[in-house]
């Protein structure tokens, strides 16, 4: 007969394992079934920025979804500063309230990036650091875009960053090089089958961990 038991595995852990697992199965038919909520974060906010080309591209395949739910965060409608504070000004308050209802009410999120000096914008950071619970325990789907590396290098920034945060980031990517020569003037992608996919395959996995987390938060608080 095989052991399946690990020999690492104490007789107090396996309890505690056996009474997770039954929490989980009684917690399970309870669920919520809602659409999960998918903040799309729209990164760049520099004047004649290409983003929204690559935003609207995006959101026609979420809004294709019916298990999703979109609100849009585009950095460009609110005006964050650099300087953090624990006690914002009533103007600040009044930008970080265009933005912080809805990283908190997200279930998961895509953050659409372009590569500024091969990392992600300032205004990007800027949201990330002026939140914390916001983003814990959720997933996080990278949409890139730029010149030769497609993004790629901001992505890569960014993953470090959010794990602090306690957020999950979702490995594959859609990331677009030379992105303005992709799509034609009325933003429609001019060879969309690959970049498709790739959307699918990112949804597909954003979708899985979004539900897991919901789930699992649902029979216990994070961290708890
Ligand atoms: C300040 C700045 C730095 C850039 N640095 C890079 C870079 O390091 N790598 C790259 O591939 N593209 C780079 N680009 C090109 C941008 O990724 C590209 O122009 C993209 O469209 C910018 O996004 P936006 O138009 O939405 O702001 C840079 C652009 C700007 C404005």
Redesign the pocket.
Known sequence: MTETTSPSVTAESASSAAELAAEFAAASASVSAAPLRVAVVIG?N?EG???PVVAEWLLARVRERTDLAVDVVDLADADLPTSLSFSPSDAVSAELAKVTPKLAAADAFIVLT?????SYPASLKSLIDWHGAEWQAKPVAFVS?????G?LRAVEHLRPVLAELHAVTIRDTVSFHN??ALFDDAGNHRDPASADAAAKTLLDQLTWWAWALRSAKEVRPYGS
């Open positions: 760049s520099r920025r290409f983003g372009p590569e500024y000096n091969h875009y730029g010149g030769l590396s993004g992105a303005g």
